[in-house]
T-cell receptor, first 115, second 109 residues
Framework: GAGVSQSPSNKVTEKGKDVELRCDPI?????LYWYRQRLGQGLEFLIYFQGNSAPDKSGLPSDRFSAERTGESVSTLTIQRTQQEDSAVYLC?????????????FGPGTRLTVT | RKEVEQDPGPFNVPEGATVAFNCTYS??????FFWYRQDCRKEPKLLMSVYSSGNEDGRFTAQLNRASQYISLLIRDSKLSDSATYLCVVNESFQKLVFGTGTRLLVSP
């Protein structure tokens, strides 16, 4: 079946502009995660959605970052007034359930470059 | 102290060698442990889960030591295709996983 998809695959934007990144999880997966990975660095947790529960936003680095998810479907991550330090690969993952014992399936990521 | 710590490497080994990576974690209440593999400029993919009794999958063996709070990954008979970054992953809570920064493995002919 289809895996996790993300769009766009690459995004180049000017400093100060807003960007919106999209994630389509695997159908039936109730949990969805966003991570950031800077060049040569590990994965940095951003936000987690589980079903209709309130999202865990504890990893969002600033109020310029926000994310939404409608039910158990598509999620969008929005970065307002982008800064150069926002340049990274943004990875989305989904899993069958909200428990940490479930495998997370990752999308190919969106490579964001802020000039 | 970082929640999950790994030696970044790189580990340079010849084909056919046996190589082992360790990872330490800080949360003694953690219950779920995994090794993920990430190829260059690709997304992470699950390699194997790590069970209390240890588990083996072909050339790969994972061990958990709760007393010392570390997990290990052993790769036997290394292949060129094993070259990748290996991420140690531990649950921080019931819902959240924490990823280590990874250990890079380079297998040469």
């Amino acid at each position: 079946g289809a895996g996790v998809s993300q769009s766009p695959s690459n995004k180049v934007t000017e400093k100060g502009k807003d960007v919106e990144l999209r994630c389509d999880p695997i159908s039936g997966h109730t949990a969805l995660y966003w991570y950031r990975q800077r060049l040569g660095q590990g994965l940095e947790f951003l936000i987690y959605f589980q079903g209709n529960s309130a999202p865990d936003k504890s990893g969002l680095p600033s109020d310029r970052f926000s994310a939404e998810r409608t039910g158990e479907s598509v999620s969008t991550l929005t970065i307002q007034r982008t800064q150069q330090e926002d340049s990274a690969v943004y990875l989305c993952a989904s899993s069958l359930g909200g428990l940490a014992l479930y495998e997370q399936y990752f999308g190919p990521g969106t490579r964001l470059t802020v000039t | 102290r970082k929640e999950v710590e790994q030696d970044p490497g790189p580990f340079n080994v010849p084909e056919g060698a046996t190589v082992a990576f360790n990872c330490t974690y800080s949360n003694s209440a953690s219950q779920s442990f995994f090794w993920y593999r990430q190829d260059c400029r690709k997304e992470p993919k699950l390699l194997m889960s790590v069970y209390s009794s240890g588990n083996e999958d072909g050339r790969f063996t994972a061990q958990l030591n709760r007393a010392s709070q570390y997990i290990s990954l052993l790769i036997r008979d290394s292949k060129l295709s094993d070259s990748a970054t290996y991420l140690c992953v531990v649950n921080e809570s019931f819902q959240k996983l924490v990823f280590g920064t990874g250990t890079r493995l380079l297998v040469s002919p």
